[in-house]
């Protein structure tokens, strides 16, 4: 039976690890679709090579900062041969579980700072991100590591900080990492002008939907399959997540006046905010928090897009960063019994939590772009962005027969 339960757990957080990957083509989609037509084979190249150097750096130093387990030892020994290592692999399928969450931090980056990012900067920012910056929170939350869970939020603030599947880890630290990215590279050649915001629409919506939809498919297994083990999975987690994704559609698209690039992020605002409090919100609770997150995106990226005049993209900020935020926070109203949670969070302790996750998002973007900046520079010349990151990157288009063809090639 123990084999049997071993077995089990083994194939259902593989199937989860897999929905979770094939969230990065999400990823891809969502920017493909939402950049100029002259970068879209950039972006298709940005999330995949970004997935690669992420499972490296996770793989060799990452994991072994969050949890304190390397791969060092022979194939027999981390297969469940040695202690520390569960049996028939399943120690192995949890690090590729969480590699895909690791590597969504940068794939959040990469719609804030689209089309006009040199490739080779990204790609060591990337390997920074998620190699040394990323895994300190993560272990903080997830593993207890500093030992604050413990001495600071429950012995101070009444429990210990809930992030069930990463509404703060993931998002919101990513989310901040790439506002301090975003300001960092400033604006796109063009895109505001005395004061005047000039916004280039969208170069496909159905591959932005498309986007949206992978995302939203894969996001079950990123909140269910959170649980990790069979035994511990819960019906809730996915009930909250269905009913938060249709309360941030359905706000967005009120918010945003049918705008269907608000209707198809909505959705994932309102996945972002239920991840922290999935597995102990009532559904209506879940309903709210989606909804509230719909709202918060629309309202926020017009507002940074058009008075701050931050050139966030994908708008990746308001998305995962306030959402994320946002989400945190929830799980300490709207978890709590008196609301019809099943309880075991405070407010004090997701507020405080949820702010650390954010600030360390955000001092981690800033040195790592920072950093990166004044020793390889970030940007690409005027000239390459007015060309576009295909041709002055990849040397080739998202159409090259059809360019062959009508001679632009």
Excluded at 50 to 68: K, N
Excluded at 252 to 274: I, M, Q, R, S, Y
Excluded at 358 to 387: C, H, K, N, Q
Aim: net charge neutral.
């Amino acid at each position: 039976m123990e084999q049997l339960q071993t077995s089990s757990d083994v194939f259902f957080l593989l199937v989860g690890a897999i929905l979770v990957f094939a969230m990065h083509g999400g990823f891809a989609f969502l920017e493909v679709g939402t950049v100029r037509h002259k970068n879209q084979v950039n972006a298709l190249c940005k999330i995949m090579v970004d997935f690669a150097i992420s499972t490296l750096c996770y793989f060799f130093v990452g994991y072994w900062i969050a949890y304190g387990v390397s791969f060092f030892g022979s194939a027999e020994t981390i297969s469940g041969g040695a202690k520390g290592f569960d049996g028939q692999g399943l120690s192995l399928v949890k690090f590729f579980f969480l590699v895909t969450f690791a590597a969504a931090v940068p794939a959040i980056v990469s719609g804030g700072v689209a089309e006009r990012i040199k490739f080779l900067p990204q790609c060591v920012a990337t390997g920074l991100l998620v190699g040394l910056f990323y895994p300190v929170f993560e272990g903080i939350a997830w593993n207890k590591n500093l030992g604050l869970q413990e001495s600071f939020f429950a012995a101070k603030l009444g429990a210990e900080f809930k992030d069930f599947a990463g509404s703060i880890v993931v998002h919101a630290f990513g989310g901040w990492a790439a506002l301090a990215a975003i300001w960092r590279l400033g604006a796109r050649t063009g895109r505001y002008t005395k004061g005047k915001s000039n916004a280039t629409p969208p170069s496909s919506i159905p591959w932005l939907a498309m986007g949206s939809w992978m995302l939203c498919v894969g996001w079950f297994g990123f909140n269910v399959m959170s649980a990790q083990t069979l035994k511990a999975v819960s019906g809730l987690v996915a009930m909250n997540s269905l009913l938060a994704m249709c309360g941030g559609i359905l706000t967005a698209l009120w918010a945003g006046k049918n705008d269907p690039g608000f209707v198809h992020n909505g959705a994932l605002a309102g996945l972002v905010a239920v991840c922290a409090g999935s597995d102990v919100m009532h559904p209506i609770g879940a309903l709210v928090t989606g909804g509230i997150a719909g709202v918060i995106f629309v309202h926020m990226f017009q507002m940074m897009t058009n008075r701050w005049q931050l050139d966030d993209v994908l708008g990746v900020w308001p998305l995962h960063g306030l959402c994320g935020l946002w989400g945190g926070i929830a799980c300490g109203i709207f978890g709590l019994k008196m609301f019809g949670g099943i309880g075991g969070v405070t407010f004090l302790s997701q507020l405080v939590g949820s702010l650390m996750g954010a600030a360390a998002g955000l001092a981690s973007g800033f040195i790592i772009y920072s950093l990166v900046d004044l020793t390889l520079g970030l940007r690409l010349s005027p000239d390459e962005e007015r060309e576009g990151a295909d041709l002055s990157i990849h040397k080739i288009s998202a159409n090259p027969e059809e360019d062959v063809r009508s001679g632009r090639m």
